[in-house]
């Protein structure tokens, strides 16, 4: 009589990385396993927990070592992948403004440039609201506007670049620059 071993435990893997810097939106999924006694449990600590479910979500970025094993004989495990999940670059651009030229004109420009982070596509908003592919924004009242960045391929992943504020024509406007009192009682600020 030969006994033959039994077919090695296997499973397919698949996982998503993170949409949005900061975030914990990871996932691992074990699927299709096959063999052993049909009963199985799951891992992506190296073995350290283990759970009956081949579904892992809210994972933050980081190396997972993905194994399974046979619920009815637990020292019948296997090691399926290594799997890095990873998160994009934090998203940042540049802002530049123009201020209104005449009065009543309403020409004041806002340009977003230089854009990173995401995934490499963006969109952006002067009021988060509404937004387009481009990054300059003309025809602009005199105002606040709040300019945003968003990653074109993870909607939800936003940022407020800046408050830009677009002064009417013939505004004064001067940077003001001090220095404090550098002793108690002193008149020197």
């Known amino acids: 009589i030969q006994i033959l071993p039994a077919n090695a435990l296997t499973a397919n893997v698949s996982f998503t990385n993170i949409s949005c810097n900061g975030l ?5 999924s074990i699927t299709d396993p096959q063999h052993g006694s049909r009963s199985y449990e799951y891992s992506i600590d190296n073995g350290t927990t283990w759970q009956g479910s081949g579904v892992f ?4 970025a980081g190396v997972y070592v993905v194994m399974m094993r046979d619920a009815l004989e637990p020292g019948n495990s296997v090691t399926l992948t290594t799997i890095t999940i990873t998160e994009p670059a934090i998203l940042s651009a540049t802002v530049t403004w123009t201020n209104e030229t005449l009065p009543g ?3 004041g420009t806002i340009t977003v440039s230089a854009p990173a ?3 490499g596509a ?3 908003s002067i009021d988060g609201i509404n937004w387009q592919a481009s990054g300059i924004f003309n025809g602009l009242a005199p ?5 945003y960045i968003r990653d074109a391929n993870a909607t939800d992943c936003f940022i407020m670049l800046q408050t830009v504020t677009i002064l ?3 505004s004064l406007s ?3 620059d001090y220095t404090d009192v550098t002793c108690f009682g002193g008149n020197d600020g």
């Open 57 to 60: 979500t809210g994972l933050p």
């Open 143 to 147: 105002g606040n506007y709040d300019v």
């Open 117 to 119: 982070g995401g995934s």
């Open 168 to 170: 009417p024509a013939g």
């Open 174 to 176: 001067a940077q003001v």
């Open 122 to 124: 963006w969109e952006y």
């Open 105 to 107: 004109a309403n020409d």
């Open 24 to 28: 914990t939106d990871g996932t691992i």
